[in-house]
């Protein structure tokens, strides 16, 4: 999110700033808002004077929706949405204290409403008649008359020829494999079929008071080419008006109990102009092009095209004037500045501008680092006349910065599996948690390792434990354990003395082994060998021989094997293949 312009050095920015009518309030390439400008509203949500964002976002690649209430730079509430939001606004709903607006949010067949950000209403579309063949096949399908392949068939054959659409069910069905079809026909045959109509746009008409603070109707824009006003009170529906397409962009001005005047823009590259009282458009601008905006200022009904053309029209659709812009409009959006009776048409461009006109009249220009995605104008916490930008370029940074995050995370944790310092344990067939706890002020230390088993239900057993550390700077009394039955979810702590060797202070990692290769010491020089074992032949062949003392283990000594013949013998018959891993604790 960004407020006014935006350069990508300080030098740039600090000479733009000097040259410009904004100030850069906030920026923010992490914002991570995915929106366009029908879900930004401005609004005194609390009724305390400070006023916040609240966004319909549709987050990434149309994932996750979600509402977002933004106070200042920070995130003030979030909630998730059912389905992709088509607009935002607020409006009163009544004129009793305290005059706190609502905020409707139109995502998929409802409307939902939100009073002091907390769930208030919700308001849904009526339901429409099924097509009767559609209704007729799936009643075939029920009664086993027809199979899945001759369904498919026949609800294709209605789709491109019948007026009534589809509803959701043959819909989703049309889209599966063959071999889902079968089975998605056996699980809602049964079910009654249901269609209902989606809000494409929304916006509000004064109800009878053309005050700021007067109450206001939602008028709603339905994919069934409908107009819908809504009673701000009981959510009933007060009129119905019907068009030849359907409606994307809405305008109002007036008040609905007394006169008002509305045009929407449709799909179908026209723009229907509707009075109070009537059910059918009055009159039509025709389009050359589709429109990508529509913003109604001082009675001018400025429209955006996809030929990079600004229009101006009148309510009874006489062209005014023309301008083109050098680039593609992505959106539009209205700049009222009410202190000086101020109302400007803004336009997103493809190449980072913001245009700003009054009537064909250049006024200002703001250079972003992307392409606009939306534009909002109004009081923002306590400052008035404020603009929020969002860009595409904040969306592509922060996806950059994930990815590196993640590219991060899993280099750390490649590094913690090859150098064996993770506290957990990486295979599932000896699931291990261990956790080291260093007590004491030196030369002497007291090591307790705490062991858990984080399996469900299965023990472990026969598990040998030794430290690897540098004999140099430490000393252990006892550098092997055998540790007794491991039960799931609970921790057994095994204890050992670390003496540090070092007057200098010189630390250094100490090994925490689960395994079996240990290193045997004779009472001679020389006399030692490395090998895997169990605990059972270490005491064995301390037994038999009593100068050989079980030190240090660790795979990386490669010292010779000078040990007694009948040692080595046993030693070979105890050797078998089990998993080693390591731990590593600094110590001081």
């Keep these: 999110m960004a407020a006014a312009s935006s350069s990508d050095s300080e030098g740039d920015r600090a000479e733009s700033e000097a040259s410009s009518k904004w100030l850069d309030a906030h920026y923010d390439p992490m914002a991570n808002i995915h929106t366009f400008s029908a879900c930004l509203v401005l609004a005194d949500l609390h009724g305390d004077g400070e006023y916040k964002?609240?966004?319909?976002?549709?987050?990434?690649?149309?994932?996750?929706?979600?509402?977002?209430?933004?106070?200042?730079?920070?995130v003030l509430a979030e909630s998730a949405l059912p389905a992709l939001p088509a607009a935002a606004a607020a409006f009163l709903m009544g004129q009793h204290e305290p005059r706190t607006p609502a905020l409707a949010l139109a995502s998929g067949p409802c409307v939902y409403v939100y009073k002091n950000l907390r769930p208030y209403f919700k308001f849904s579309l009526p339901q429409l008649p099924p097509n009767p063949l559609e209704q007729d096949?799936?009643?075939?399908?029920?009664?086993?008359?027809?199979?899945?392949?001759?369904?498919?068939e026949m609800l294709e054959g209605i789709r491109e020829k019948a007026e009534v659409p589809l509803s959701v069910q043959s819909l989703r069905f049309l889209q599966?494999?063959?071999?889902?079809?079968?089975?998605?026909?056996?699980?809602?045959?049964?079910?009654?079929?249901?269609?209902?109509?989606?809000?494409?746009?929304?916006?509000?008409?004064?109800?009878?008071?053309?005050?700021?603070?007067?109450?206001?109707?939602?008028?709603?824009?339905?994919e069934n080419k409908e107009l819908l006003v809504l009673d701000p009170e009981a959510f009933?529906?007060?009129?119905?008006?019907?068009?030849?397409?359907?409606?994307?962009?809405?305008?109002?001005?007036?008040?609905?109990?007394?006169?008002?005047?509305?045009?929407?823009?449709?799909?179908?590259?026209?723009?229907?102009?509707?009075?109070?009282?009537?059910?059918?458009?009055?009159y039509c601008i025709e389009l050359s092009t589709q429109p990508v905006g529509l913003v109604l200022a001082h009675k001018v009904l400025v429209v955006g095209s996809t030929q990079d053309n600004l229009h101006g029209f009148t309510h009874k659709g006489k062209r005014l004037w023309t301008v083109h812009m050098p680039a593609a409009i992505l959106t539009m959006n209205l700049l009222e500045q009410r202190s000086r009776g101020l109302q400007a048409v803004m336009a997103g461009l493809a190449n980072g501008e913001v245009r700003i006109y009054h009537d064909k009249a250049l006024l200002n220009v703001i250079r972003t680092p992307d392409a606009v995605t939306s534009l909002c104008f109004g009081r923002?916490?306590?400052?008035?006349?404020?603009?929020?930008?969002?860009?595409?370029?904040?969306?592509?940074?922060?996806?950059?910065?994930?990815?590196?995050?993640?590219?991060?995370?899993?280099?750390?944790?490649?590094?913690?599996?090859?150098?064996?310092?993770?506290?957990?344990?990486?295979?599932?067939?000896e699931p291990l948690k261990l956790h080291a706890v260093v007590q004491g002020l030196g030369p002497t230390f007291k090591l307790t390792l705490h062991l858990q088993n984080t399996s469900t239900a299965r023990p472990i057993l026969g598990l040998l434990v030794c430290f690897l550390y540098n004999e140099v700077l430490y000393a252990l009394p006892r550098a092997f354990?055998?540790?007794?039955?491991?039960?799931?979810?609970?921790?057994?702590?095994?204890?050992?003395?670390?003496e540090s060797l070092s007057d200098k202070g010189i630390s250094d990692i100490i090994k925490v082994k689960r395994g079996e290769n240990i290193l045997l010491e004779g009472p001679e020089t020389g006399q030692r060998v490395a090998c895997k074992t169990s605990e059972r032949t270490v005491l064995e062949a301390q037994e038999r021989s009593p100068g050989w003392t079980c030190r240090s283990a660790g795979s990386q000594y490669t010292g010779g094997s000078e040990t007694p013949a009948s040692m080595?013998?046993?030693?070979?018959?105890?050797?078998?293949?089990?998993?080693?891993?390591?731990?590593?604790?600094?110590?001081?």
């Excluded at 690649?61 to 933004?70: A, H, I, M, N």
């Design 380 to 429: 923002y916490g306590r400052e008035d006349n404020t603009l929020i930008v969002t860009t595409r370029a904040m969306h592509r940074t922060f996806q950059t910065d994930l990815y590196l995050l993640r590219l991060r995370a899993a280099r750390a944790y490649v590094r913690a599996l090859e150098s064996s310092l993770n506290p957990v344990s990486a295979t599932a067939r």
């Design 481 to 498: 354990f055998k540790v007794p039955l491991l039960v799931p979810g609970l921790n057994y702590p095994l204890e050992t003395f670390v």
């Design 236 to 282: 009933t529906i007060l009129a119905k008006m019907s068009l030849p397409g359907v409606p994307v962009f809405l305008e109002v001005s007036g008040q609905f109990d007394v006169a008002f005047r509305l045009a929407a823009a449709c799909r179908n590259g026209n723009i229907y102009i509707l009075r109070r009282d009537c059910k059918r458009p009055k």
């Design 568 to 588: 080595q013998s046993e030693m070979r018959t105890a050797l078998r293949p089990q998993h080693q891993e390591t731990r590593s604790l600094g110590t001081r």
């Design 53 to 74: 964002l609240a966004v319909g976002d549709l987050g990434p690649s149309g994932r996750q929706p979600c509402l977002k209430v933004l106070k200042g730079p920070t």
């Design 137 to 152: 096949l799936w009643n075939q399908a029920k009664e086993d008359q027809i199979d899945h392949l001759t369904l498919k």
């Design 176 to 222: 599966l494999e063959l071999s889902e079809m079968e089975a998605f026909v056996n699980q809602h045959k049964s079910k009654p079929i249901k269609r209902q109509a989606v809000i494409t746009t929304m916006t509000t008409l004064k109800k009878n008071m053309a005050d700021e603070d007067a109450m206001s109707c939602l008028v709603l824009g339905t």
